[in-house]
């Protein structure tokens, strides 16, 4: 069965801090996402990666950036943490169109 | 751009009523269609999904037809049960590869009542 595993599943921050983070999968996928969850507004796709050092801009990239320097791996990366980032973000990864989620990472920037 | 549209509820059954949980899309060409399903305090899990028209997903009960003319892909259950109770997703994707990231609805809260 495939395992994404994210690092954390809750973090309290600071406005200004920078955040990693981290998201681990373990069945070779080349496909790997992140999207966060709000309240009414559904899933919204942040970054994707289909391919090491290869990122791509989804529909609300603004204020992150991501990382993916091993396959596996995926980290996403908020550079000046504010408080509009306060939210549940989640982690995928796929091989063709079945996407995988990890458990979530409810983030609280204070 | 591509959009989902689905009832976002609170929808409350009793158990072993029938459910429907409407989805429309707005989408170019021919996308594949899915519903996921998100148990409290969990990531999402693939319920079933739908790459061609007329194509019909099922899995724990649970059906969706995919209607080109209509845009649709309802989620459907027979007889629910308590357990059922999450919150359901309905998304899609015109990449065949996958690697272009799912559209999804606002998510439809569905609460089954013993």
């Keep these: 069965d495939v395992k994404v595993t994210q690092s954390s599943r809750y973090l309290v921050k600071r406005t200004g801090e920078k955040v990693f983070l981290e998201c681990v999968q373990d069945m070779d996928h080349e496909n790997m996402f992140w999207y966060r969850q709000d309240p009414g507004l559904g899933l919204r796709l942040i970054y994707f990666s289909y391919d090491v050092k290869m990122k791509e801009k989804g529909d609300i990239p603004e204020g992150y950036s991501v990382s993916r320097e091993k396959k596996e791996r995926f980290s996403l990366i908020l550079e000046s943490a504010s408080t509009n980032q306060t939210s549940m973000y989640l982690c995928a990864s796929s091989y063709l169109q079945d996407q995988h989620f990890g458990d979530g990472t409810r983030l609280s920037i204070l | ?114």
């Design chain 2, 1 to 114: 751009g591509d959009s989902v549209t689905q009832m976002e509820g609170p929808v409350t059954l009793s158990e072993e009523a029938f459910l429907t949980i409407n989805c429309t899309y707005t989408a170019t060409g021919y996308p594949s269609l899915f519903w996921y399903v998100q148990y409290p305090g969990e990531g999402l899990q693939l319920l079933l999904k739908a790459t061609k028209a007329d194509d019909k997903g099922s899995n724990k009960g649970f059906e969706a037809t995919y209607r080109k003319e209509t845009t649709s892909f309802h989620l459907e259950k027979g007889s629910v049960q308590v357990s059922d109770s999450a919150v359901y997703f309905c998304a899609l994707t015109r990449s065949g590869g996958g690697a272009d990231g799912l559209t999804f609805g606002k998510g439809t809260h569905l609460i089954i009542q013993p």
